[in-house]
């Protein structure tokens, strides 16, 4: 068993790494910490309260919500802001049934009273971004997708790549996990780039411990033709190869995408350029107004 600041009790870590707290991440969160409910589970939250369009924050697979922590000063300005760990990330304790990531989004915004939102969302959290709003259209007024994922989308890892983790699972290799994430999704960073380590050190444990469990979205690619909101989508130039391909795809096939370059950054846009993250956002934001 080991105690962990996500739950805040003692919870069996079977992942073969040591778990890293949340809380040693740091956070821009405020009052409205608390526990959702979601089906046979929970997740972590934080609610800034405060008026305006909501914007709904999803993160990527290689971090927690506190990726938005640089993001997050300026958009409480003009908006009430929500956030939140999925399961096994962060705050939020690991799965044990069965769930998917598009409703655990949906509880959270039932848990909230949020009838409609902009989304804003990098990597994974785009590709549940994405499969909510085409579940729920009328839910959805805008989509902030930074370096997004999909889901039925082919050839977006490499069989190689899965291999790599694969092999430094087994042999319990956190540091070695870490460094590969560093070269595969961090290519931006300098020096030892602590904080991207950071992430991906307190992400990679919820791999294997959601892997069971998470149930994946149904294929949204060939359906991103259907989606009539506005939307931007900005792809990371040192992102890796693979990524780059499918943002571009994928923002041609949203109708009226704008399509946005961000030349500093890599998979973790918003470490590398929070201030035009942000700018994003707002400027989505205000065109929903």
């Given amino acids: ?24 991440l740091g956070q821009a969160g405020g009052m409205g910490e608390l526990m959702v409910s979601v089906k046979d589970g929970e997740v972590w939250a934080d609610d800034s309260g405060g008026d305006g369009l909501p914007l709904v924050l999803l993160h990527p697979g290689v971090g927690d919500s506190s990726v938005w922590d640089k993001v997050i000063p300026r958009l409480v300005q003009r908006h009430r802001v929500i956030r939140y760990d999925a399961r096994g990330y962060g705050r939020s304790p690991a799965p044990t049934a069965k769930y998917s990531q598009s409703q655990d989004l949906s509880a959270v915004l039932d848990h ?21 709003t085409l579940d729920e259209p009328g839910r959805v007024a805008g989509l902030a997708l930074f370096v997004p994922g999909v889901t039925g989308y082919e050839g977006l890892s490499s069989p190689q790549l899965m291999a790599q983790i694969e092999t430094l699972a ?77 943002n571009e795809e994928m923002a041609a096939r949203i109708p009226g995408c704008r399509l946005v370059r961000m030349p500093g950054s890599d998979h973790l846009p918003t470490l590398r350029e929070p201030e035009t993250v942000a700018d994003l956002v707002l400027e989505l934001g205000d065109s929903l107004l």
């Avoid at 969302?121 to 590709?127: E, I, K, N, P, V």
């Fill in 170 to 246: 087994k042999d319990g290799d956190m540091d070695g996990l870490v460094a590969l994430g560093l070269r595969t999704w961090a290519a931006a960073g300098v020096d030892d780039d602590e904080e991207a380590a950071a992430q991906l050190r307190g992400a990679i444990p919820a791999w294997f411990t959601t892997h069971p469990y998470q149930v994946p979205d149904a294929p949204a690619f060939d359906r991103l033709g259907e989606l009539a909101l506005p939307c931007v989508l900005a792809l990371g130039k040192q992102d890796q190869a693979e990524v780059i391909r499918c």
């Fill in 112 to 132: 909230f009273d949020l009838s409609r939102v902009a989304l804003v969302a990098t990597s994974m959290g785009g590709a549940t971004a994405l499969s909510l």
């Fill in 1 to 24: 068993m080991i105690y962990t600041e996500r739950t805040g009790v003692d919870e069996p870590n079977t992942t073969g790494f040591p778990l890293v707290s949340r809380g040693a």
